[in-house]
T-cell receptor, first 110, second 116 residues
Framework: RKEVEQDPGPFNVPEGATVAFNCTYS??????FFWYRQDCRKEPKLLMS???SGNEDGRFTAQLNRASQYISLLIRDSKLSDSATYLC???????????FGGGTRVLVKP | DAGVTQSPTHLIKTRGQQVTLRCSPK?????VSWYQQALGQGPQFIFQ???????QRGNFPDRFSGHQFPNYSSELNVNALLLGDSALYLC???????????????FGPGTRLTVL
């Protein structure tokens, strides 16, 4: 079983719609959680950190469920520019080794 | 404020050869981590350097080695290249883990290695 698992998609989303997807992690000792965005053939870029109480950044909302060990990302009012692969990232307790999921591909279409 | 830089951007090698990839961290950062990203997969952690020493290592063979210089820049060396080493190699820089609230890492643009 992979440490961080994501639905690879693609999620085909009409422009203006809402899309949500999850990732699950296996290490209950994980401390920090992030969503990174990666455009085709580019480097991952930090989209947002995920806090225990949930947090919002504009059209993006992240939630953390420690009991069930999953993280979610919701995108409202999708834009064409939101088309990308979204990587779920977990930071283990004992240092800064980031563990990535395989990514969820999102395609926003007109 | 310069971000993370990597060189070269692309590289083509043949099986059995050796390769060296370079990374300069974001200004102010002292910790460098290297990741391998195969096509269609998420990045996989190779190792991390701080104070010129390897602090953590992922599940990669000894063919993968690294170095960090006094100016915090870093090199990744891969010996005896295999076809399966073809990937995007990403460098990420940060402050020493545990010294900032979120341990955020910033990635460079990567080096795309093709092994023929």
């Amino acid at each position: 079983r992979k440490e961080v698992e994501q639905d690879p998609g693609p999620f085909n989303v009409p422009e203006g719609a809402t899309v949500a997807f999850n990732c699950t992690y296996s290490n209950s000792a994980s401390q920090s959680f992030f969503w990174y965005r990666q455009d085709c053939r580019k480097e991952p870029k930090l989209l947002m950190s995920v806090y225990s109480s949930g947090n919002e950044d504009g059209r993006f909302t992240a939630q953390l469920n420690r009991a069930s060990q999953y993280i979610s990302l919701l995108i409202r009012d999708s834009k064409l520019s939101d088309s990308a692969t979204y990587l779920c990232v977990v930071n283990k307790a004992a240092g800064n080794k980031l563990t990535f999921g395989g990514g969820t591909r999102v395609l926003v279409k007109p | 404020d310069a971000g993370v830089t990597q060189s070269p951007t692309h590289l083509i090698k043949t099986r059995g050869q050796q390769v060296t990839l370079r990374c300069s961290p974001k200004s102010g950062h002292d910790t460098v981590s290297w990741y391998q990203q195969a096509l269609g997969q998420g990045p996989q952690f190779i190792f991390q350097y701080y104070e010129e020493e390897e602090r953590q290592r992922g599940n990669f063979p000894d063919r993968f080695s690294g170095h960090q210089f006094p100016n915090y820049s870093s090199e990744l060396n891969v010996n005896a290249l295999l076809l399966g080493d073809s990937a995007l190699y990403l460098c990420a820089s940060s402050f020493l883990p545990g010294t900032t609230p979120l341990d955020t890492q910033y990635f460079g643009p990567g080096t795309r290695l093709t092994v023929l």
